[in-house]
């Protein structure tokens, strides 16, 4: 018995939840709009006494609106919905400081890669698509990732916040990304 109960235990989880993201450029004439969305994912959670690895693949689209003013020089005359989506593998390490039968709290740092999928800006009910290298956008981001995880029973609240570590852009003028994500999930 005193074996059984050093096996490590491993939940499956699928969560979903809402995304904020902005990025931040280092030129001080430009301004940065926040890109709100959503996410959907799962993963996996090993826990063994006070110390966890978890490894979650999450599907992100996040999305802006260019709220524009009637132009007629321009020819702009409505909204400008801009939506980008990406795949988010993170892998982090934590610990765990509460944990009774019903309650557990996480938490944990690691690292988020982030690989751009594809682009859309619809325009006047017109949608047109672009890939990453279009937009001069890097396929691979990599992120430094921190957060707290609550589990309720079979339910689990996830706050995390994630700061690029490379350049967002494929041009000379630094960029990161900022996103914070609140997620919702069952645990298996």
């Not at 931040?24 to 709009?33: A, C, F, G, L």
């Not at 994912?41 to 524009?68: H, K, M, N």
């Amino acid at each position: 018995l005193a074996l059984m109960a050093q096996r490590p235990k491993m939940h499956i989880k699928l969560f979903g939840g809402l995304n904020a993201s902005s990025l931040v450029i280092k030129n001080e004439d430009v301004d940065t709009e926040t890109l709100g969305g959503f996410q959907l994912g799962g993963g996996f959670r090993v826990s063994q006494r006070q110390a966890f690895l978890e490894i979650d693949v999450v599907y992100l689209a996040r999305g802006l609106t260019l709220i524009t003013v009637v132009d007629h020089e321009l020819g702009i005359e409505e909204d400008i919905n801009l939506i980008m989506r990406s795949i988010d593998v993170p892998m982090v390490i934590g610990y765990i400081p509460v944990k009774t039968p019903l309650f557990k709290t996480y938490l944990y740092g690691g690292i988020s890669n982030m690989f751009s999928l594809q682009g859309s800006i619809t325009y006047m009910d017109q949608e047109i698509k672009f890939k990453p290298k279009d937009a001069h956008l890097h396929f691979y981001k990599l992120g430094s990732r921190m957060g707290v995880q609550i589990d309720l029973a079979m339910f689990n609240l996830d706050l995390n916040y994630t700061f690029g570590l490379t350049n967002h852009f494929r041009e000379n003028v630094r960029t990161n990304s900022l996103l914070i994500k609140f997620n919702i999930g069952f645990l298996f």
